[in-house]
């Protein structure tokens, strides 16, 4: 180890990438796009190829106490389809390593590979290769997923264009509103193990964090329209750090309104419940796996009719920042750590 | 969890994955070869794509005690080329996750970063995405590697044929010697922290251990002499477990002869200060990431000229079993764990 010693914190997740990768040079001309998105692109002489890749640790992205094999697999492949059809492609092949410790059953792995199959094949994808291997301690999966798309119809996170809308599908803080109920539910039943949950009317939010879906009909559905969105990523550290993400390697600002923040009855509801503002939640909340896309102006009619897809702002100048409007009229700098900001304005 | 417990033991790493994988089956045409070789094959418009992953985990697969961090990163990538140039193609990508613990510095992950830069830079492959996460404990990296091969052009492992070849590029057992030296010292350091290791005499197996080479050059010596091996895999497990496991996937059996095992100057003297056989070393060390592959005998002329190429033993059929012909001229059988076995003859 080096004298010098720096904590990792200082850099953050994305500061740490860019560090770490800064000399690396491209050599091959079949690499399009690297090291940034949500994927990288490969040319193969008429279509190109897109790759993308996840680790999954125990007890940091799932805790097997409340988390079925069976989801937990399914989720595994379904966060990096979502990667591949935020790219606008086709997801076609992935392959899964996994590090298991003797506590695990060949009948609990087995559990696991269903959900991977059912992911599988409910996007037609076809599980190629992998790695199974002992751990000392603790569940670690890794997924690479593979897509294709047709030349140069990728679509990147840094081409967002000043005056585009700024769109998202399907609704925001579900899968947060899921972890919330299941850590109480954990707290709850560690602290009295006789007590068993009752999850029968939170099945929606439950589904949202268990059971997330990568959105391959939002991708379809710009393919059937013509729509190419000029810059798109998927949802999965929580809408206001993902805009700003998307914002950042676009070199522009936002306008996001609250009121036109997509958000179920159901969150809505559990929100409620757990004395939390459903729109903190959909700002902050992770893992929804939605697709945000900016699109030209004169593409708007185009998505209209589908209900699937918000218009929640717009892209301004840099220079004017990435801001939300609320309900009541107030505006408030949008940031990564939005929830404890936004809560002390 | 179900209610039948069977242990992963039972089934071994190959029958669990084949267990666990049986029910997956192809949807995309580009899917030239899935699961059971050393990567898959997809097929992309006049070139076919080659994908193999691997995971290593701290305690399972590396030591920190006595592998640096940047030979770590160099080996994390060798592992992953040496598979893909055991499909007889040419790496052209990577993406590498880690997942990490605090104890790391920004620092530490650099060292760890600039392995895989030089391990990239050598092979002309491009790092073009990856994960960082953090780690509750232990440091976690998953490689995947992505390789490009003239339609067709690939090497499996099931494909030997009564008659051929077998051959072997390089030497076998350094790094398992090197992981004995290594060991050694550790215990002894344990003990006695003060005493510093002294492995100068030993850079050889201390190399092949930390800084394993992926063989380009026996892929490169094949496209300029137009040789198609007939089967073709890398040398991880040690070469009796994988002449075995070459053998079962081609339905065949072998005859290997001990002299003709190649083993280096260097290993042979540390075998004899370790009390170790070298040719036990040979056979059953892992991690020499050789090339293991079969051969047309017409094609022998071929190689005779190339003295990193050594022929150890020929394919019989599958009835005459797998055995190994030792300098005295006894028989045993080939078992994936020789090492025990082979002892006990």
């Keep these: 180890?080096?004298?010098?010693?720096?904590?990792?914190?200082?850099?953050?997740?994305?500061?740490?990438?860019?560090?770490?990768?800064?000399?690396?040079?491209?050599?091959?001309?079949?690499?399009?796009?690297?090291?940034?998105d949500d994927a990288a692109?490969?040319?193969?002489?008429?279509?190109?190829?897109?790759?993308?890749?996840?680790l999954l640790l125990e007890g940091i992205h799932f805790d097997l106490m409340y988390t079925p094999l069976k989801h937990l697999g399914y989720k595994a492949v379904m966060v990096?389809?979502?990667?591949?059809?935020?790219?606008?492609?086709?997801?076609?092949?992935?392959?899964?390593?996994?590090?298991?410790?003797?506590?695990?059953?060949?009948?609990?792995?087995?559990?696991?590979?269903?959900?991977?199959?059912?992911?599988?094949?409910k996007h037609g994808v076809d599980l190629v290769g992998?790695?199974?291997?002992?751990?000392?301690?603790?569940?670690?999966?890794?997924?690479?997923?593979?897509?294709?798309?047709?030349?140069?119809?990728?679509?990147?996170?840094?081409?967002?264009g000043v005056g585009d809308l700024i769109c998202v599908s399907g609704?925001?803080?579900?899968?947060?509103?899921?972890?919330?109920?299941?850590?109480?539910?954990?707290?709850?039943?560690?602290e009295n193990p006789g007590v068993q949950p009752d999850l029968e009317d939170e099945s929606y939010i439950v589904g949202r964090l268990l059971k997330p879906e990568a959105r391959k009909e939002i991708i379809s559905f710009f393919a059937e329209n013509n729509i190419t969105p000029t810059a798109m990523m998927d949802v999965s550290d929580g809408i206001s750090s993902d805009v700003l993400h998307l914002c950042k390697q676009s070199v522009v600002g936002c306008r996001i309104y609250e009121e036109k923040l997509p958000i179920s009855d159901e969150s809505r509801r559990a929100a409620f419940k757990f004395g939390l503002d459903p729109t903190v939640c959909a700002l902050n909340g992770g893992e929804d796996?939605?697709?945000?896309?900016?699109?030209?102006?004169?593409?708007?009619?185009?998505?209209?009719?589908?209900?699937?897809?918000?218009?929640?702002?717009?892209?301004?100048?840099?220079?004017?920042?990435?801001?939300?409007?609320?309900?009541g009229g107030n505006t408030f700098d949008i940031t990564a750590q939005g929830w404890t900001a936004f809560k002390e304005s």
């Design 1 to 36: 180890m080096s004298e010098q010693r720096t904590e990792i914190t200082t850099l953050g997740e994305f500061g740490l990438i860019e560090h770490l990768t800064k000399n690396f040079e491209t050599h091959n001309a079949s690499t399009v796009l690297s090291v940034g």
């Design 41 to 54: 692109v490969i040319d193969h002489f008429g279509k190109q190829t897109v790759v993308t890749t996840d």
């Design 80 to 121: 990096n389809l979502s990667d591949v059809y935020a790219m606008n492609a086709q997801p076609t092949q992935i392959t899964i390593s996994i590090g298991i410790s003797n506590r695990f059953s060949v009948e609990a792995i087995t559990e696991f590979y269903e959900g991977v199959h059912i992911a599988c094949e």
């Design 171 to 190: 609704d925001l803080g579900g899968a947060f509103l899921g972890l919330t109920l299941m850590e109480r539910e954990k707290k709850i039943y560690l």
């Design 289 to 327: 796996y939605e697709l945000l896309f900016t699109l030209k102006q004169e593409d708007h009619d185009k998505i209209t009719l589908n209900e699937d897809i918000s218009v929640i702002g717009y892209v301004v100048d840099i220079n004017e920042g990435s801001k939300l409007l609320t309900k």
């Design 130 to 160: 992998g790695d199974t291997s002992s751990s000392q301690k603790g569940f670690v999966i890794s997924v690479t997923a593979i897509g294709e798309v047709a030349p140069d119809k990728f679509v990147k996170r840094s081409t967002a």
